[in-house]
Nanobody, 123 residues
């Protein structure tokens, strides 16, 4: 049984925005680092962002050009990804995951993963 569930994906036009959520069940994000990743068709997994849930320290992939923002709702035990100014090349399945620390998050090593949510950006 998946313990991380992503939601909020869908179809959006170029320039639009989406807000993805990742809800944890059965365990907590507290004291862990959460991350978002994506996998586009015929491409490998790409790291997007990480957040240390306790101190909300964030890190981002440079390629995103400041268009995405990761945040956490401590009370709701969720992690969100706000995506703005979306482009067709952002089309991918987006995954959230939980890690022990930032380095594991940046590399996607280990961790607990959700099932993903599809984001499609039309031109």
């Amino acid at each position: 049984e998946r313990q991380l569930v992503e939601s909020g994906g869908g179809l959006v036009k170029t320039g639009g925005s989406l807000r993805l959520s990742c809800a944890a069940s059965a365990y907590t994000f507290h004291s862990y680092t959460a991350g978002w990743f994506r996998r586009a068709p015929d491409k490998g997994r790409e790291w997007i962002a990480c957040i240390s849930v306790n101190d909300e320290k964030t890190s981002y992939a440079d390629s995103l050009e400041g268009r995405f923002a990761i945040s956490t709702d401590f009370a709701k035990n969720t992690v969100t990804l706000q995506m703005n100014n979306l482009k067709p090349e952002d089309t991918a399945v987006y995954y959230c995951a939980r890690f022990q620390g930032e380095m594991d998050c940046r590399t996607g090593r280990g961790g607990s993963w959700g099932q993903g949510t599809q984001v499609t950006v039309s031109s």
